[in-house]
């Protein structure tokens, strides 16, 4: 394996890991912040890829798409959370799991009926698209560099919303003693509400920005939302910092397990039975990650025991 | 008493049966993917079904329509329950293969006639095949062969090949690799339903590949001809058609452009009935018809054919009209096989624009009346 391939995997690995971050962090702030398991974050995920299609398709802007994949979803989650969720708090995560599996197949069928069955097109603006040259004579796309660089932004801001911010002060609080915070004189529902529809806005921008560069169609959200979930276990449920760490962990693993185990097997197997072996073990192996760390530390890596 | 009530049932029951006799319609059944991510390619093959027996003006056939949601164990519910409660005769509409086979063997070995709109899996095309079974679309090898008949022909001499990790995706590469003279650069598995394929056109781009084949059904095939166009890699691309059917083209947009598929059927097939479906569809949903489509379509007219030469209650004589496939296919001449699966014509078509649409367009022959690989294994 040359160093130009490898460099080119190492980029590909934190490109996806920054790509998972965007979708874990709404979740474990939802689970941290309220104790809510929400299936549907796959669906809003959905929605905001749809909304910058859509967008996309009549204006023809690239910007006003993400900023409408943002609206979209945000928008879509704090209804959802003020029709919905907010009766599931006090319930068990059973019912939590099963409210919010409905809402999966509702907002699916929903999404059908309004664009129909077929694929959408959305497609990277002309002065992101193509291959750039880096230092060291690295061919890489322009698009997934500047989803690197988004998805490291939206991170920074995320910590310093949570570090410095009053808001951020009240989601820690919030997260620590939610009864403690609302007899301070903070208005837990509308907070629960703002950081619901806050989670709802990442995952959408997650999905624009995705779906620029993969198919726009109905389902897309749930096998990222299985990926979600390891990456929050892995991280610790609840803390951004894990959420951040673990997305890069999985996107890494996923990444160079799939490219360096077949080469592995190849050593000692002939090649087609390497490849095969190969790609199924690397299909495994952010479950067998996800395992050790669970081992290791029951509650994750950043997680509070 | 008990023997008039008794003697009543039975008068009623044979005036049921009598009644349903002389209505004389044949009841299909047909369980298809019309909900989630896989849909597109049910709803175009039920409304090329649908068009064609509208078109016939016949009121010969009742058609039961069921979701299955792409998930076997539903399939094998409504299979169930459409057989014992709904009494079909026939049973069509499943896409996908792993559905097909949880299906078909029992159907058919309840003796209800299957007519497949789409998956063609191998095991139903050799030692599995059964007289009740058509198949009306394609064997599952059968595209990828021709695909291979064309980069040998094309002179590719190193090819990347690239397919997913299930029965379909090695059934994908084993009929390229059946038809593919030269050598591989590198042969690779990716996982079912994978949406980022960034590893692996890095892979491709170090291989010193002179071409890619993919078989990369549906949304994976949008994900794959993007990335791969953003890429700048350029090396020329061969596939089957279900990456680039009509359903899915105008997702991936211009990064299709000028790329090579292979496929049984085009909309530019210079037939009258092609012509006929083409302008129908289009006028009846507002949009191009795919292969999934024009599948569907055929299949309606081949049981709409069989019906006018036999009665569905003669088994025998029923299947032997089916056999004689005597319709006029959108794929022009269509005959079956010793194994009851197409023996037909697959073309070379690429990917062009008209107008704001992009849209295939039939360049030449991949192979000509093809057999399946697996028709000598079929005892019937």
């Known amino acids: 394996m040359t160093f130009l391939l490898f460099a080119e995997q190492m980029l590909n690995g934190l490109q996806f890991g920054i790509m998972l971050f965007l979708m874990a962090a709404g979740l474990t702030l939802v689970f941290g912040v309220m104790g809510l398991i929400n299936l549907a974050h796959g669906s809003l995920y959905m929605i905001g890829a749809f909304a910058a299609a859509a967008v996309a398709g009549a204006t023809g802007s690239f910007v006003l798409a993400l900023i409408a994949s943002l609206a979209a979803a945000a928008a879509a989650g704090a209804l959802i959370e003020l029709t919905v969720i907010r009766r599931l708090y006090k319930r068990d995560h059973l019912d939590q799991v099963l409210a919010t599996f409905a809402l999966i197949l509702i907002l699916s069928e929903g999404t059908r009926w309004v664009f129909g069955s077929f694929p959408l097109y959305l497609d990277v603006p002309s002065y992101l698209s193509g291959p750039v040259t880096l230092p060291g004579g690295i061919q890489y796309p322009l698009y997934r560099l500047f989803i690197i660089c988004a998805g490291l932004l939206v991170a920074g801001g995320l910590f310093a919303l949570i570090a410095r911010t009053r808001i951020g002060i009240q989601i820690r609080a919030g997260e620590a003693d939610r009864e403690m915070i609302a007899a301070l004189g903070v208005d837990i529902s509308r907070l629960y509400t703002l950081v619901f529809a806050l989670g709802a806005a990442l995952a959408g921008l997650a999905g624009a920005l995705v779906g620029a560069i993969q198919s726009v169609q109905v389902g897309m959200g749930e096998p990222v939302l299985i990926l979600a979930f390891v990456v929050i276990v892995i991280g610790g449920i609840g803390s951004i910092k894990g959420a951040l760490v673990g997305a890069l962990l999985v996107g890494m693993t996923d990444t160079m397990g799939g490219v360096l185990l077949p080469r592995f097997f190849a050593l000692f197997l002939d090649p087609s039975a390497a490849t095969t072996i190969g790609a199924s073990l690397g299909s495994m192996l952010i479950y067998i990650l996800m395992a050790v760390v669970l081992i290791v530390r029951p509650s994750g890596l950043y997680g509070s025991a | ?380």
């Open chain 2, 1 to 380: 008493m008990k023997l008039t009530k008794l003697a009543m049932l039975a008068t009623t029951a044979l005036l049921a049966a009598g009644a349903a006799m002389a209505e004389g319609k044949v009841k299909v059944g047909m369980i298809t993917t019309l909900s989630g991510g896989g849909a597109g390619l049910g709803i175009d093959a039920r409304d090329g079904f649908m068009l064609a027996l509208k078109l016939s003006g016949s009121d010969a056939v009742e058609v039961v329509i069921e979701d299955d949601q792409q998930k076997p164990e539903i399939a094998v519910q409504l299979a169930d329950k459409m057989i014992q409660a709904e009494n079909v005769d026939v049973l069509t509409g499943i896409i996908w293969s792993n559905l097909a086979m949880a299906v078909v063997p029992s159907a058919v070995a309840q003796d209800k006639i299957y007519l497949s709109v789409n998956a063609g899996p191998s095991a139903l095309a050799g030692k599995g095949c059964h007289p009740n079974y058509f198949n009306v679309a394609w064997q599952n090898d059968n595209l990828h062969e021709a695909a291979g008949a064309h980069a040998t022909k094309a002179g590719y001499a190193k090819t990347f090949i690239l397919a997913p990790n299930y029965p379909a995706g090695t059934d994908a590469l084993t009929g390229f690799k059946r038809f593919y003279k030269g050598e591989l650069a590198g042969e690779i598995y990716t996982t079912l339903g994978q949406t980022d394929y960034a590893a692996e056109i890095a892979q491709i781009r170090a291989s010193g590949a002179d071409s890619v084949f993919f078989f990369l059904p549906g949304g994976m095939g949008i994900s794959f001809m993007k990335q791969y166009a953003d890429s700048g890699v350029g090396l020329p691309v061969v596939g089957p058609a279900f990456s680039f059917d009509q359903g899915i083209l105008q997702a991936v947009g211009a990064a299709a452009l000028g790329v090579v598929n292979t496929s049984q059927w085009g909309k530019d097939l210079d037939n009258a009935a092609n012509q006929t479906f083409v302008a129908a569809f289009q006028q009846e949903y507002g949009r191009l018809p795919s292969l999934y489509a024009s599948q569907g379509y055929d299949t309606a007219n081949l049981l709409l054919s069989a019906i006018g030469k036999a009665d569905i209650a003669d088994k025998d004589a029923f299947r032997a009209a089916l056999k004689e496939a005597d319709f006029a296919s959108t794929r022009g001449d269509f005959k079956f096989g010793t194994n009851n699966h197409p023996v037909q014509d697959i073309y070379v078509r690429e990917v062009i624009q008209e107008g704001d649409i992009f849209t295939n367009k039939i360049i030449g022959v991949a192979l000509e009346d093809h057999v399946d690989a697996y028709a000598a294994e079929c005892k019937m």
